[in-house]
Each structure stands twice: as structure tokens, then as C-alpha cells.
């Protein structure tokens, strides 16, 4: 058999390259076919169906989570996978590092909070503004929000090389968590923000459409928002903008000298991760109907970082894919542990230990990162062009020629 | 005068790399920079093309002051350069390198004109045209790097160090591209440490020792000087 034919049978049994191969008609109607099921996801009489049984004994081993509500898990892996989809357009394309990344979603969570709450301080002590406005409304302001927060973070950072950004987006991040903690004049530190609009909307029967109870119509929600983006996401990707993006993610200089005007694109790929950032906070914002500051602590900026590189920097796929997992596997595991006993906490001599998934959430995770990094640093669901890229740059750290 | 610059220094830091140095190049010529590792001819590619800002002095190009423009706009003027260690986009395939040296570019029949034109010059990139730019053999590297340079359609190319670890067989076969290249119309400033092959294909050369230039003359003389002979060819 000559190398040829092998690499073709190899090519062959790579899914991605399975789908791609099938007529345009099918991959069509297998898009339509899995985003209804996206849809159906969290019906309780749909995903009780999920699960396999355990070959020995009669156990059932569920798919979806037991512990907590399907739809609430599937809505925090929504706004997850927006986090990651703006995350993967400033360190997927851009190829720059921002360890702030949560900072955009409290921007956009605080500004819908502010601006919708009977309680905002807003209202009661600055009368700003005379009544709350509906969430709707907000939505707009609090992306325009988090995208000027980008702009203005990225302008002075972007003109330097090197992990200025890093460390400014870190900082910015935990600005907001520290001034949001501990002063009184706007944001209410922890005691927070209560009484945020919920998106509007009323069943036939008169009871609001995205209530308390049922997360399901928040997931909806998010869901569609999510298929928005990725189609403005992707139709930049292949446009001059994302072949600028490429460029100055591969080479920075390579980039100038072929007229990329590279500040301007690091900013644009700022700018709109920031926004998207922020829609994701004033999505999250709406169902959470009471914000305050231990909601943006450092470890989600990390975990959305985790989830962009886990699942491939630079894929639309992989974000989606990472934003998935850090969310639901530890969820998952939960419901999973319960089949075979394991236990949410442990003692030893005498110290309670919490060992439920959800806490191991970042053990699992670090682990896992260390097992892909080594194994397949591309990412789980990689973008073509970074296998390249990375024996690339193992190149200029140890040359070998 | 295509270009002509005039008593520029420049640091990195506080370290000084170039010394007040002039030098110019007219329009047809091929120009050669040589001198030893670090005597500082990538810095001046640099300050031509941008990538670095001078500390004084002037840049001209077309008798206008370039010295403050912004690198990505010297390129729309008319300034091309094939960076230092090739340089080429990795991840993109040898069309999408080509492609985005003409990122500045809207005029797309020309623009598939001009990548013919390259294929033609470089028969190996048309062999590879759905590689990726990262997978490709150092010559071939270098050989898409001078070719996606010229996809920008430059007055002015810059190729600094284009026989860089190549075989002796390739590194004929660059400069002898380099001579078409120059021949179809553009002006072409190289900076070489083969000094022996720069020298013969120049019309005019300078030598740079540490930030300054020490010495100028036409190609065929500076490869007769014995001074450059003992330095730079190796030579008794
Ligand atoms: N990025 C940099 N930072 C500091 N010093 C540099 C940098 N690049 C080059 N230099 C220094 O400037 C001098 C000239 O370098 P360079 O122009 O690269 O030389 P050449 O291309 O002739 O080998 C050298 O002394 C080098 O060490
Ligand atoms: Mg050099």
C-alpha cells in the first residue's frame, strides 16, 4: 500500500472530514436535525431518554444531569459558549491574551442590573433616571458598554508588543470585582443589585414567558443568540478582517509589512470580544435577577480561557465545544457519582472535604488542560491552520535546523 | 533618486544600532548591503520599511519625508519587504501567503496576474500552491517570501538575507530570480552576508561595520577591493 492510500483512509476515518465529504443537501439537513435538537434539549420528556444502560446489573447511566435542572445547566453552558465565542475571536484569531475576559461580562451584567432595577441606586439616591427600563432596551447599552471598555482598555495597551495586554486585562477584570466588592455608591458590593428585569414576553395564559421556575426559555434564548453570533463570527472570519487577524496572530511583523495596519485589527478583534462578552453578561444578567460582586471572581475568567484553549483556539467549533464542557461535564460527573456512590464531601481526621465534581471543577479541568496540551495542543476541535502554527513557533524556541 | 536616506540613527533601548548613516538608491538599480553579523543592516531594512522608528534623520522616498509614516502605509507607497528568516504566514497555504502579500490590493485580475507571474518565477510554489507556508522546506520558505513580497506590486523591494541557510544550488538559483526580478522593473536593496553573489549582481553596494558605512563603490568594485576581499569573500 503506498503512503498515499493510507493517508487517504487516515483522512477518511476523521470525522470532520466524513461530514464535509457528504453532498451539500446532507450536511444541510444535518445541521437542521441537530440544532432542532439543541432546541428540544432541555424537554424533560425528551432528555429523560438520554442515557445508557450499565452492561452489568441494571443501572442506567444518564446523559443528562440529575442533580441539578437540565435547563438550568444548558442555560449556564449557553452563556459559557458566548463567553467563549468572544474569548476566541481576541486569543483564536488575534492570538491576543486576555486573562480578564470576565471583566466585559460584569460590564454588560452590571449595566443591564443598573439601569432595570426598581432598587439601582440610580434611581434611588442620583434620580438618573425616573423609572427602571425594561431589560430589552439595556441589552444594546450594556454591549455598546463593554465594547467602549475594550477600546479603551486595548487603545493604550494594543501599540506595545509583548504581555502588557495580559497583565492590563487582568487587572481590569479584578478592578471591577474589588470596586464592585467594596464601595457603596453605585454597585452595592456584595449585599448587590436586586430585582433585575427579566426579557419580556407572556404565554397565552398570562404568565410571563421567562419566569423563575423554568430555565428553558432562557436557554432558548441564549441558544438563538449563540446561532447569531456564530454566523456574524464567521462571516468576519473569512472576510479581509479575519485574514488580517490571521496574519497578525502567525507573524505581527510579517503582518505590517504586508500593510496590515495591525492596530487597528487588534482592536476591531478586541472590541467586538468585548461586546460579545458583555451580551453574554446582560443574557446572564436577565435570568440572574440579582447581581453582585462574588459573581466575577477571577477563577470564571480562567475557566473561559481554559474552556477557548481546551477546545481549540481560533475554532468556532472548539469554543463551543470548551464552553460546553467546563460547564456540563462537571454537572454531569455529579449525576454520573451518584450511580456509583460517590460522595459530595469526605472527612479525613475530622476535616470535611468537599469532593463534589462541580468543586473539583478546576482540578478536572487543569488536568485535563495538561493531558491536551501535551497530547494535542491544537485544541479538541481544532482550527486547520494551528497544528501549523504551533510546530511553527516550537520552531523559533528550538530551532532545528 | 528612488530613495534616499540621510544621516539616521537608531536605537533599540539604549543600545545604538545605526550612526548617522546615509545612503541612496535610484530607480532600476540593484542596491547590496553587506557587512558582518550584527553590523546592523536588518535594523536598516527595518527603519525603511517601519518596523522600527528612527531617532533622526530622513527617509525619503520619491523625494517625500517617510520617516514618520506608519509601516502598513509605506507598503501602499510603494515599499515591500521580505523579512529576515523568511517570515512566511505558517498556518495559511502558499496561495493564502501570496494572496496576502496583495492584501493591500483591489484589483483582483491583476492580482491573479501577478501570482502567475510568480508561479512562473518560482515553479516549485505552484507544486506546493495548497501547502501550508509552515511546512515547507527553507529554500521554498525563502523563495514565498520574495514572492509573496512581490505580489504587493513594491517600487521599492527590500530582501534582507534571501540566501540565508540555503544550498549553494538554491542560493544561485534565488539570485539569478532576484536579476529577473529586477530586470522586469523593480528596484531591488538587498542586504547579504554572501557577499561574493551580492556584489557580482549589484549595480552599486555599501559596507556596514558596526552601525556605520565604511565604504561605497559599484558592485565590480568593492569585489576587487582588497579590503572587502580579506573581510567579506574570504579571501587573502
Ligand atoms: N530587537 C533588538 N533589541 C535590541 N538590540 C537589537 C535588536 N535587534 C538588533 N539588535 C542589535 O542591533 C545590532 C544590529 O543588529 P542587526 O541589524 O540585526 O544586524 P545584522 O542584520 O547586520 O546582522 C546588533 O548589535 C544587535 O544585537
Ligand atoms: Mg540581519
Redesign the interface.
Known sequence: MTTDTIKKQRRGLHLGNRFRALPKSARIAALIAFVVLLYVLPVKGFYENLGLPIPAGDGYLPLYTTRSDMANVLFQCGYYILLALGLNVVLGYAGLLDLGFFGFFAVGAYTVALLTSPDSKLITEYNWLESPWPWLVTVPIAVALAMLSGVLLGWPTLRLRGDYLAIVTLGFAEIIRIVAKNQDWILNGDRGIPSVAHPPGTWSDGSPIFGIIDWSPYYWLVLTVIILVIFLIRNLANSRVGRAWVAIREDEDAAELMGVSTFKFKLWAFAIGAAIGGLSGSLWAGQANFVNSATFSLENSILVLAAVVLGGAGSIGGAILGGFLVIYVPEWLRSVGDVFGWPDSVEVFGVHIDVSPTSLRFVIFGALLIVVMIYRPQGLWPNRRRAAELKDRQKEVAPVE | MLLEIEDITLHYGRIQALHGISLHVNEGEIVALIGANGAGKSTIMRAI???RAVSRGAIRFNGEDISKV????R??RGI??A?EGR??????TVQ?NL???A??RRDSAAIAQDMERVFGLFPRLLERRKQ????LS?GEQQMLAVG??LM?RPKLLLLDEPSM?LAPMIIQQIFTIITEINQQGTTVLLVEQNAQQALSRAHRAYVLETGNIVKEGTGAELLHDPAVKAAYLGVA
Open positions: 520599511s517601519g518596523l506608519r509601516a502598513d502605509l507598503v501602499a515591500c519587504q523579512p517570515g512566511v504566514f505558517p498556518g495559511m493564502e494572496e496576502m502579500g492584501y493591500i501550508a507556508g509552515g511546512t527553507g509573496r513580497a504587493a541557510g
